[in-house]
């Protein structure tokens, strides 16, 4: 009965949405009708599998087509080129309050709110954004992951089997690495397992949150996850001020109190869900799969092995000494291999709205006409997998960025653009680099199949980097 209700509920809406659908977009750009269905339009096939959809409709129309979900149109800007202009372009604004209130339960008081956000990007450039401000929160991650390790070896020990091999799923294997570590390093001691599960049951779905169900609807669908949801919304207020916790923690509170006249406390709360979700969500992932592609290429573990031995200290698992920024910045192979992976796997979709009517000048000589309201947007697997800049895209070449600034290579997009651009990802590729050294110094493995690619949820593809549809079997040990 309930179910029934549900879908036709779920029916009632659909319809109502299509009906209301006001399609003003410029008439001279195409929809693309491959894929595309009565009522939802593209909504399926965006669902099913985006990287197909946007990957055919470019073969028939180009880089410059439209889609449809429900009611809403999209103009697709595939080219890399014309994207940079859109980003650039201030008639053009990512929605963050939108995706916030969508995701994370955060109020529409952040609407407008240029005080709030400019006090936010000077935190970011202050702590994340630089090396100085990074320089504690690097260190404090790879004393934790020592730690990490080193408490996980002498369980070993007790045990008396510190050589035996020992079974994992490999994206189990980098949740386990990254996650208290990370967490610890940006934010203090906050007992971070308290809160794991919550963490792994909202992020296993936070791609349903995006889908425009009604409210009801979707608390109704998505109940678990709704209270895992609230659970990390209460999590926070109780570790406020943690043990080590790191004066980027401690400036984002008192810019958080700063701001306390407008921000309701429950907001405060779900703005750090956000973070930590932001700041783990697409990092636990870039581990799993840029140890993948590392340990099936003789060539690039022997290459960055060799590298981390030269220019990483051999500090023993109980030693003190640290790991700087500029010994990280000097293993130039694995910052490579992981942008490479991070090409192969970090295939967002970015999307903007028109905030008042504007035109813009394709690459190909035309010009289209944008109404205020209409949305815009670009996949970054148009060009992360087009030969047009990449040489044999769809190979792993651990080398292919050495020595190049990622930020600049043009078609290479994996964390945004504009304004908007990802704040964490300094830190992300510094711990992303210490954790694959760490792991790759202090033990050895053994993937029962690197053959066969493990295929991406195709659901989160477009949300930053998809993890595997499953986990895959390894066995590890620690090196003598
Ligand atoms: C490989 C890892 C990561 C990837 C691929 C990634 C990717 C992204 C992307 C695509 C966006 C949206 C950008 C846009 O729409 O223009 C974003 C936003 C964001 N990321 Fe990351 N990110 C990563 C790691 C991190 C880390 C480690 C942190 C924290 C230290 C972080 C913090 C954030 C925040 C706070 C935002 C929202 C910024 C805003 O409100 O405008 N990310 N990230």
């Not at 985006?50 to 439209?66: A, H, I, P, V």
């Not at 401690?250 to 306390?260: A, K, Q, T, V």
């Not at 000097?330 to 992981?338: N, P, Q």
């Not at 087009?386 to 600034?405: A, M, Q, T």
């Amino acid at each position: 009965m309930l179910i029934a209700g549900l879908i036709l509920a779920g029916i009632i809406f659909l319809l109502i949405h299509f009906l209301r659908s006001d399609d003003t977009g410029d008439s001279s750009i195409p929809y693309a009708k491959c894929a595309s269905y009565p009522i939802v339009g593209h909504l399926f096939s965006f669902l099913r599998d985006r990287r197909k959809l946007f990957l055919e409709c470019s073969k028939q129309y180009g880089d410059c087509f439209r889609i449809r979900m429900f009611n809403q149109y999209f103009t697709m800007i595939l080219s890399h080129t014309d994207w940079t202009n859109v980003v650039r372009n201030s008639a053009f604004q990512f929605s963050a309050t939108d995706f916030a209130v969508q995701i994370f339960d955060i109020s529409r008081v952040f609407h407008g709110r240029s005080d709030y956000d400019a006090d936010t990007h000077r935190l970011y450039i202050q702590h994340l954004k630089n090396r100085e401000g990074l320089r504690p929160i690097v260190t404090q991650f790879v004393r934790q992951m020592r730690e990490l390790i080193k408490n996980d070896k002498t369980i070993l020990e007790k045990n008396g089997n510190t050589s035996e091999w020992i079974s994992s799923g490999l994206l189990e294997f980098s949740h386990h690495m990254l996650y208290q570590p990370s967490t610890v390093a940006l934010i203090g001691d906050t007992n971070p397992l308290d809160a794991e599960d919550d963490f792994r049951l909202f992020d296993t779905k936070f791609h349903y949150f995006l889908i425009p169900f009604p409210r009801w609807m979707a608390s109704l669908l998505l109940s678990r996850e709704f209270q895992a949801r609230s659970r990390l919304n209460e999590f926070w207020p109780k570790t406020l001020d943690p043990p080590g916790s790191s004066q980027f923690h401690r400036d984002r509170l008192e810019m958080f109190s700063n701001h306390s006249q407008w921000m309701p406390d429950k907001d405060k709360a779900a703005l750090q869900t956000a973070f930590f979700w932001a700041s783990l969500g697409n990092t636990i992932p870039a581990v799993f799969w840029s140890l993948f592609y590392i340990l099936r290429d003789p060539k690039a573990i022997s290459t960055i092995t060799e590298e981390i031995n030269t220019h990483l200290p051999a500090v023993p698992l109980d030693g003190d000494e640290d790991w700087t920024p500029e010994q990280l910045d000097a293993c130039v192979y694995l910052e490579s291999a992981i942008n490479e992976t991070i090409r192969l796997v970090g295939t967002i979709f970015m999307t903007r709205k028109c905030i008042r009517d504007a035109q813009l000048i394709l690459q190909d000589g035309r010009t289209v006409q944008f109404k205020e309201g209409e949305n815009l947007a670009w996949f970054a697997g148009a060009s992360h997998y087009s030969e047009k800049f990449f040489v044999k895209p769809n190979e792993f070449h651990f080398d292919r960025f050495l020595n190049k600034k990622a930020d600049s290579v043009p078609g290479f997009m994996p964390f945004g653009g504009g304004k908007s651009i990802c704040p964490g990802r300094f830190f992300a590729k510094f711990e992303i680099k210490a954790c694959l050294a760490m792991l790759l110094r202090y033990m050895e493995y053994q993937i029962q199949d690197t053959q066969t690619i493990p295929t991406q949820m195709k659901a989160r593809i477009g949300f930053g980097i998809a993890p595997p549809t499953k986990d895959i079997p390894i066995i590890y040990r620690y090196k003598s």
